[in-house]
Structures are given as C-alpha cells and as structure tokens.
C-alpha cells in the first residue's frame, strides 16, 4: 500500500511538472512578456519575449528587478508587485519605461490552497509601441504645424480657451498678439513655394526664440500669421517690449538661396478682460486689430482701444459678403432723370448701382463702393452695370419709348482698367448699341491723378462715341486748363458746392466767370443734387442748362422709370 501510495504522489508530480511546461512552452511561443515572481520578489519564470529585453542575462531565476534595471525603475515595479500581493487584486497599467517601448501591462496576485495564500505574483505585459507611435503622429497632425513644428492654430484654440477664460473670470490681464508677415505671398510668387516654406521655418525659429525669452507659447495660426499669448498679467508696457522684440526680428533682411529679403510684420494686439469678456471675443478683436494694421501698409501695430470694432466688423461682412452678390444678382440699378432746364424736358438719365444683401439689407452705395474698389471686383460689376443699362434701353427701345443717353458712374479703379474701351467696344458690338447713348461720369480727382493717361483714355471713349463727363466739380483743385486739355462733354457741379460759396460778390463773379468759360468752351453744365426750389433759382441765374436731383424726381427702379417715360416726359 505504501509503495503504490508513493507511486501515485510521484504520478501526481510528474503530472503537474508536465502541466507545468507545457504552461511555459506555451508563453514562449506567445508575443506577449510573461513572468513570475515569488513572495520576495525574486523571478521564477520569464518567457522567451521577456528575455529579449535583457539579451546579456543568461538565468533570470532568483533575480530581482533591481539586478536587471536602474533603481528608480526597479522601485516603482516592486511597489506595484507589493500592492497585488497585499491586496490580493489584479494591477493594470500602462508604460514606457523601457526605452522607446511602450507596454500595456497587468499583475495579478499568486494564490496557493483552497485558503488561497499569496504566495506571488504573476504578470503579463503586452507591447503596444507601435500603437502608441500612431497616437503620437496623430496628435502631431492635429495639433503641430507640419512646416515649423510650432503648435498650430487648433491647438492654439483647444490650448488657451480655458486658461484664458478663467484668468479673464479672475480679473487677471491677458494679452493677445497676432502677428503678419506682410507681402509674403509676393515671396510665393516669385521665388516659389519650396522657398516660401524655406523662409517660414527660419522665420518661425527667430519667432520661437522671442517666445522663450519671453516664456510665451508660440503658434501659427494661419499660413503667414502667428500669435503669442501673454498671460503672466501683463501690462500695455509689458506687451510694447514684447511688440519691439518681435519687430527686431524683422530689422535685419532674411537670406534665402543667397537673396537677401527685407521683411516687415503688421501686429495687432488686444488685452482682457478690458478689450474682451472671453477667449472668442479677445481672439477676434486681435484679427481685427492687425487686419487693420495689414491695411495700414507695412511694419504697423494696432490695439483694440484705437480702432472702431464696430464699423471694420460692419465692412468686413460687406466685403465677404460682396464676393457673391454679383453671382447671386443681388445688385440692381436705378435711374435718376436729367432735365433741361429750359423746356423742362427729361434728356437722359443717370444709372445708380444699388445692392440689397440678404444678410445686410440695403446696403448704401457709399458704404460698399469703396470696398468693392479696393477688392477689384468693382471692374467686374461696373461692366455688368454697363451691359444691364444697354440691355434695358433696348428694351425700352423696343417698347416704342426714345432712347436716351444713360450715364454710368467710373471710379478711378474702373477708368483706368486696361480693358476699359476693349470691353465696352466689345459689348457696343454685341448688341448694336450706339455709344452716344452711354455717358461715364468721373471724379475729377481721378483725372488729376495722371492726366495724360487720362487723355488718352478719353480720346478711345470719344472714337467709340461715348461722351464723358466731369463729376463732382469743384471739390478738387482742378483748373479750366486740365477741363480744355481733356476735352471733355460735360461738366457736372455738385449742389454743395454751389452752396458753400458765400455771398461775397467777389466770390459770386468768380463763379460767373468759370462757367461762362465753360459754356463758351461749348461743355454742357449740370447741376446734381438739387433739392430746393431756391437752389433752382440760382442754378438759373448762372445760366446753367441742366439739373438733377430730388426737385425734379428721385432714383427710380426700372419699372418706375419706364413708367415715368410713358407719361411724355
């Protein structure tokens, strides 16, 4: 009995060492770290991924972690192995601690007997390195700017919309400083892209060393903008230095592929919570801030408190908005007439361009004109102009009514557009429409501007029959000289102008004299804007020939027009 009781406790054993390695045949074939520890932290098992991470240890067993790695190291891993054998509970947790690696990792504690003794612990690591790579690339993606490393304007919102708005709750200063390359397209547009990435990261690098002087983050928000936040409380006076710093930067020309380029930067600066009550409303007055420093031309700064938020927000909504209304037929016109003063008669017509905007409403012509002129597309809806008011008269025409000269008002911008004559023959042609009945109306201060362009540019309209006129005389300092070389139609006096000359008698004969050299010049003079019955009677007196305003009849939509012909006039 003895023997065979014996025989199957050696049975048993083998057994169990059979079950054993086949465990730990098992972990070796697994990609995972696998390892065993006894109740003095000492290694009984490692598999075969976990001996690659100590190549120059032959026997793990009976080894601590403290004879494999640094003491910091091996401290943290018998705390952590301390806490499942006292606890009695599993430990994930994640690491990078081994190099480059990173492992996702659990411990779990070594029980023995149905009262289940720790006797150990056992854990298994799994490398998620690769993975954590992807994370990293991702976040870079979407938080640095791939060109300079800097963090990118995402981040920069993500980053600082808590901060700033908690220091804005707490009453503490924070300041806003966004920064313009200024021309640096032309940059791009010369020397190519390649360059222009080039020049930005040496430019980024001078930037980043103002930061760290200043201990300011950093970031480029947009593709020749940066913007630095100085939220350490700072004063007007703290922000001016960091202002000239920045301005430093651009003192000295850049060297790319052996040009030297002389750059300068538009700034534009806001401070809350005195210039804003949250992150949005600070980041917003800053763009404002240096969209009107860009316009100030080069190497400007401009803060909130000197600038009018309200009206730049206004013509920053007109200005985005104007870029569709044209494909959207937002713009009409609408016709003023011209009298004869001495019959009373209607001899024409003065087409005035209107624009109603869903978002905006009626928008005044003096509030978008200038805009649109500055953004260029005012050539583009002046020849829509040209071509609505022919296409109209024709139409007109048709109906039986006379057609009568139409005028159209050109801004400097349009009148020297090199395509001016080529495209208003080109629609001459097009609709077989007679240039005498299509008059350009101009400032005389765009005449003043280059008169022997302007000659010439004349001399084209006049061979297509188009006659001219001077606008708004007597506002610039314009003399019956320039008005004899241009050889123009029409000499248009504005209202005002008549009525801010005084009574003096010598002003009066003044007056006289200029318009009898006109009309013995063979100029027809206009009067425009008339209002009062007793403007009518002076205009009389100083033997003017025409008027126009609201006396006679105000700006009429086309209908209104058509309708007012229909009754004879």
Same mark, same amino acid.
Request: proline share 3%.
């Given at each position: 009995m003895l023997i065979r009781k014996v025989y199957s406790q050696n049975d048993l054993i083998e057994e169990q060492a059979g079950k054993i390695s086949a465990y730990e045949r098992l972990m070796d074939c697994s990609h995972e770290l696998y390892w065993i520890k006894d109740r003095n932290y000492r290694l009984q098992f490692?598999?075969?991924?976990?001996?690659?991470?100590?190549? *120059?240890?032959?026997?793990?067993?009976?080894? *601590?972690d403290h004879d494999l790695v640094d003491a910091v190291l091996a401290d943290g891993y018998k705390a952590g192995d301390e806490k499942v054998m006292s606890s009695g &509970?599993?430990?994930?947790?994640?690491?990078?601690?081994?190099?480059?690696?990173?492992f996702e990792s659990i411990k779990i504690p070594v029980f023995k007997g149905t009262d289940r003794l720790v006797v150990g612990c056992a854990g298994m690591a799994h490398n998620i390195t690769e993975n954590k790579v992807q994370e990293v690339r991702v976040y870079e993606l979407e938080h640095l700017d791939y060109l300079s490393g800097l963090a990118n304007r995402y981040s920069f919102v993500t980053e600082y919309r808590n901060r700033i708005d908690n220091s804005i709750k707490e009453g503490r200063n924070v300041g806003l400083v966004l920064l313009h390359i200024d021309r640096f397209s032309n940059v791009n547009a010369?020397?190519?892209?390649?360059?222009?990435? $080039?020049?930005?990261r040496k430019i980024s690098f001078e930037l980043r060393k103002v930061a760290k002087e200043f201990k300011l983050q950093l970031s480029r928000v947009g593709g020749d903008d940066f913007g630095f936040?100085?939220?350490?409380?700072?004063?007007?006076?703290?922000?001016?230095?960091?202002?000239?710093?920045?301005?430093?930067? +651009?003192?000295?020309?850049?060297?790319?592929?052996?040009?030297?380029?002389?750059?300068?930067?538009?700034?534009?600066? *806001?401070?809350?919570?005195?210039?804003?009550?949250?992150?949005?409303?600070?980041?917003?007055?800053?763009?404002?801030?240096?969209h009107v420093a860009k316009q100030k031309n080069k190497n400007k700064v401009t803060f909130y408190e000197d600038i009018d938020a309200e009206?730049?927000?206004?013509?920053?909504?007109?200005?985005?908005?104007?870029?569709?209304?044209?494909?959207?037929?937002? +713009?009409?016109?609408?016709?003023?007439?011209?009298?004869?003063?001495k019959t009373g008669k209607t001899i024409g017509s003065e087409a005035l361009l209107r624009w109603h905007n869903e978002r905006?409403?009626?928008?005044?012509?003096?509030? +978008?004109?200038?805009?649109?002129?500055?953004?260029?597309?005012?050539?583009? =809806?002046?020849?829509?102009? =040209?071509?609505?008011?022919? *296409?109209?008269?024709? $139409?007109?025409?048709?109906?039986?009514?006379?057609?009568l000269p139409i005028a159209v008002n050109l801004n400097e911008t349009q009148f020297f557009d090199e395509n001016l004559t080529k495209t208003v023959s080109e629609l001459l042609i097009k609709y077989n429409y007679p240039g005498n009945l299509i008059e350009f109306e101009i400032s005389e201060n765009n005449f003043v501007s280059d008169c022997t362009k302007s000659c010439r540019i004349l001399r084209e309209l006049h061979d297509l029959g188009i006659k001219v006129s001077i606008d708004d005389f007597g506002i610039e300092f314009f003399s019956m000289l320039n008005?004899?070389?241009?050889?123009?139609?029409?000499?248009?006096?504005?209202?005002?102008?008549?009525?801010?000359?005084?009574?003096?008698q010598h002003e009066q004969e003044m007056l006289k004299a200029i318009i009898e050299a006109i009309n013995k010049s063979k100029i027809d003079l206009m009067v425009s804007n008339v209002e009062q019955q007793d403007e009518l009677?002076?205009?009389?007196?100083? &033997?003017?020939?025409?008027?126009?305003?609201?006396?006679?009849?105000?700006?009429?939509?086309?209908?209104?027009?058509?309708?007012?012909?229909?009754?004879?006039?």
């Open positions: 490692v598999n075969k991924e976990y001996k690659k991470l100590f190549p *120059t240890v032959d026997d793990f067993v009976g080894k *601590t &509970q599993e430990f994930p947790y994640q690491e990078n601690d081994k190099g480059e690696l990173w010369m020397n190519g892209f390649d360059a222009g990435d $080039e020049l930005l936040v100085v939220d350490n409380n700072p004063q007007r006076s703290d922000v001016i230095r960091l202002i000239r710093k920045l301005q430093s930067v +651009f003192s000295s020309p850049f060297e790319l592929s052996g040009l030297h380029l002389n750059l300068s930067c538009s700034i534009g600066v *806001t401070i809350a919570p005195e210039n804003a009550d949250s992150f949005e409303v600070l980041y917003r007055n800053a763009e404002l801030c240096m009206l730049i927000l206004k013509n920053l909504a007109i200005e985005f908005e104007l870029s569709f209304a044209l494909a959207r037929e937002e +713009f009409y016109i609408v016709y003023q007439p011209k009298i004869e003063l905006l409403g009626e928008v005044a012509p003096l509030e +978008f004109l200038d805009i649109a002129s500055r953004m260029r597309n005012i050539i583009e =809806i002046g020849y829509w102009q =040209i071509e609505k008011i022919i *296409t109209q008269n024709l $139409e007109w025409g048709a109906c039986g009514y006379h057609m008005i004899a070389k241009l050889d123009v139609d029409c000499v248009k006096i504005n209202r005002q102008y008549l009525s801010s000359l005084g009574l003096e009677e002076q205009i009389k007196k100083l &033997q003017i020939s025409m008027a126009q305003g609201f006396l006679y009849k105000e700006p009429l939509s086309s209908v209104d027009y058509e309708s007012y012909l229909s009754k004879g006039n």
